[in-house]
């Protein structure tokens, strides 16, 4: 009788270790499957509406929020693109080419247009594959009718800031802000013309040069951007970032 106690006894110890090891077993395999399947759901971009888009751009503040990149070829772009939009290639960008934006935290919302949003995706996919964690592509500009199409260009401020130091006499460059920000300093080279002046003064711009222009926020630029189109000029750029959203300018009072 007490051989066939211990035996028991023995059976449900087995029985309890056997259980307890299964338990840990399934409870580690399925929070090992939580984690790839929350890993996938990050590595994915976002589809993006016109209208969405459309809303985002239109607004002077949401616009700061995000960075939107035309991913066509550049006589496309030039043709008319999404405002607030800069350009950058999607083979350059699939090939891992992120120059230009690279200063970028890799939080920053970013979102990919082309036309149709099949060269767009595809680099939406790079720059989630290269860590970018908020990736948006947004409807092509052939299947949703934009209300902001504009021939200005757009540039960022670290590529501002080089054209600055460079002094390359082919660039002729705009500061739109207030003559007294402009006083206290401004970038190299650059010529103060506000957006209440630049339909006086539109004869002072050459038509020969790149013109970049930037202020605050790259609000009252656009504005002088847009009237230099309108007079004729051909290659006109606006920054994105201003004075008071970069802080690595270099402003010079001379």
């Known amino acids: 009788m007490e051989m066939k106690k211990l035996l028991i006894a023995g059976l449900v110890s087995s029985s309890l270790i056997l259980v307890g090891c299964q338990s840990n077993n399934t409870t580690t395999t399925t929070s090992s499957d939580a984690n790839t399947e929350q890993q996938a759901a990050v590595a994915e971009f976002k589809e993006m509406s016109g209208d969405e888009l459309n809303k985002i751009v239109q607004d002077k503040k949401l616009k700061e929020k995000y960075l939107v990149i035309d991913v066509r070829p550049e006589d496309e772009y030039n043709a008319g693109h999404v405002k607030w939009a800069i350009n950058k290639l999607s083979d350059d960008i699939v090939a891992g080419d992120l120059s230009g934006i ?120 656009l504005d002088v951007a847009e009237a230099l189109v309108a007079d004729g000029h051909e290659d006109v750029w606006n920054a994105n970032d201003g004075t008071k959203e970069y802080d690595g300018f270099e402003l010079v009072t001379e």
């Open 102 to 221: 690279d200063h970028l935290d890799k939080s920053f919302p970013i979102i990919t247009v082309c036309n149709t949003g099949n060269r767009s995706a595809k680099a939406a996919q790079a720059l989630v594959d290269a860590g970018f964690t908020e990736v948006y592509n947004a409807e092509g500009v052939k299947d949703y009718e934009y209300e902001t199409i504009t021939q200005v260009g757009f540039l960022l401020a670290p590529e501002l800031q080089e054209i600055a130091n460079a002094g390359d006499d082919k660039y002729f460059i705009i500061d739109a802000r207030k003559p007294e920000d402009f006083e206290k300093g401004h970038l190299k080279g650059a010529v103060n013309i506000t957006r209440d002046e630049i339909q006086d003064r539109l004869d002072e711009v050459p038509k020969d040069k790149t013109v970049v222009a930037y202020c605050y926020s790259g609000n009252q630029s």
